[in-house]
């Protein structure tokens, strides 16, 4: 097997499993990414979190100068856009699967945020652009996909709900009506990422536009909302453990009286769900596949850590006392395991799309963030108090871990419709128990035996 420099980042089993699977193309990109990766991404961490301001106000504004030298030369290397699958989407998208996006997802997820906004496969960027890509009109794609597909905009979704149990998507309450040849919104929206960014252009709003409906199904539609349009009211950002996210943050937001133009409807009334559950599979497996990506940095800052000569204590390295040892053993199969279920969840999206691969997208979704945040916390560990504090990426790195356990559906909810789908299978089991025990007690009759058991 020809070596590949992913190994460095990967394994040379995971590489070994699917390098027949990725094309030259595919190849060479991720051959380049991962040497972005190393000169030019994991060099700047620190310096793009130096470079926004602690002053409230101009945090909010701030384009941050690194990540924007960053963006121009991954787009000269070709490093752009790598999420938009062009079997999917032919007219806009790169010659890559979801599986061979999966493991560069991996890659990426090693410098966190800056690393995705850098090659323009930031979320909720990249689910938005799916959107209008899959379901824009020409014009719409025109107005506002393309200057997203180019860097020059940023985008937010605008789905969950204050006051509202938004994991059950059905119960919005915001309000989406036509007047004319206008659309009127009214709602009240928060956790909506990216929605701080300065050069954030378009809100894709969610809201219920048919509540009487007898389909709950076809009751939401969804609409794009230039972020300038009179009654955009963006109230305040919201933090997470503390961290504010700027300049994208997640924001809370209320829509009063905001008319927008009828042809910024997406799709067709009654479409929304429809939409959001295409837009939701595929980014799962991209924040899975990253998370992955943010433990296994994790481990690797654990075992320098702890392989350190200067942080011996009672004579001994770090690794020599207690678990240590186990902690890196478990986290490393962990992570071997995480990833194979992401990988054969990608594998799924390319042949049957996302609806049917929402098995293994659910599966991921639950069981990737829980790990990829224990494997974490024993890094935090490693570190004592340096861990947690703003010296090391690792508390960051929890932070925005844990958010995954409730974007885009809550783990319980993923669980329950996991739980559900096999129940579906029991009447089949019960049949074939029914046969098999027919035919053993058939053989045990011929030889004249008596069960066991």
């Not at 070709?78 to 999917?88: C, I, T, Y």
Request: charged share 25%; net charge positive.
């Amino acid at each position: 097997m020809a070596s590949h420099p992913v190994v460095e980042f990967t394994s040379e089993s995971s590489w070994a499993m699917v390098e027949d699977k990725f094309s030259p193309f595919a190849k060479e990109t991720l051959a380049k990414l991962v040497t972005f990766m190393k000169d030019d991404i994991l060099p700047a961490v620190r310096l793009a979190h130096s470079q926004v301001p602690e002053d409230s106000v101009k945090r909010w504004k701030t384009v941050i100068p690194i990540v924007a030298e960053l963006k121009v030369k991954a787009r000269k290397l070709g490093l752009w856009n790598l999420f938009l699958s062009k079997a999917h989407y032919p007219k806009h998208g790169v010659p890559l699967s979801n599986l061979e996006y999966a493991v560069m997802a991996e890659v990426l997820g090693r410098g966190g945020p800056i690393a995705s906004e850098a090659v323009n496969c930031s979320a909720p960027d990249t689910g938005n652009m799916e959107v209008l890509a899959r379901y824009g009109s020409p014009e719409q794609q025109e107005k506002w996909l393309l200057p997203l597909l180019n860097g020059q905009t940023r985008s937010a979704f605008a789905m969950t709900e204050r006051f509202v149990a938004s994991s059950d998507a059905t119960n919005i309450r915001t309000s989406i009506r036509q007047e004319g040849n206008e659309i009127v919104i009214n709602g009240h929206k928060w956790w909506i990422s990216g929605a701080g960014d300065p050069r954030c252009a378009l809100h894709l709003v969610l809201g219920k536009s048919d509540p009487n409906n007898s389909d709950r199904y076809q009751q939401q539609s969804i609409v794009i909302v230039p972020v300038t349009t009179p009654g955009v009211k963006v109230i305040r950002p919201m933090k997470v453990f503390g961290y504010d996210d700027a300049p994208e943050g997640h924001c809370e937001i209320i829509y009063e009286n905001v008319r927008v133009p009828l042809s910024n409807l997406v799709l067709g009334w009654g479409k929304g769900f429809e939409i959001i559950q295409g837009r939701l599979g595929p980014g799962r497996i991209h924040h899975c596949m990253r998370s992955i990506g943010a433990a296994a940095q994790a481990l690797d800052l654990m075992i320098q850590r702890v392989t350190d000569p200067s942080r011996k204590t009672f004579g001994k390295y770090l690794y020599e006392h207690g678990t240590v040892i186990a902690d890196i053993a478990k986290s490393r199969a962990e992570i071997e395991s995480a990833r194979l279920l992401v990988l054969s969840a990608a594998l799924q999206i390319d042949k049957f799309q996302a609806k049917g691969a929402m098995k293994e997208i659910g599966i991921a979704k639950f069981v990737v963030p829980s790990m990829a945040l224990q494997v974490v916390d024993r890094a935090i560990q490693s570190f004592g108090a340096e861990g947690i504090s703003q010296d090391q990426e690792l508390a960051g790195t929890w932070a925005g871990l844990r958010t995954l356990r409730l974007a885009d559906g809550p783990d319980a909810v993923h669980i329950q419709q996991i739980g559900q789908r096999e129940l579906k299978r029991a009447p089949a089991l019960a049949k074939r128990t029914v046969e098999i025990k027919q035919k053993e007690k058939l053989l045990l009759e011929r030889y004249g035996a008596k069960s066991p058991l």
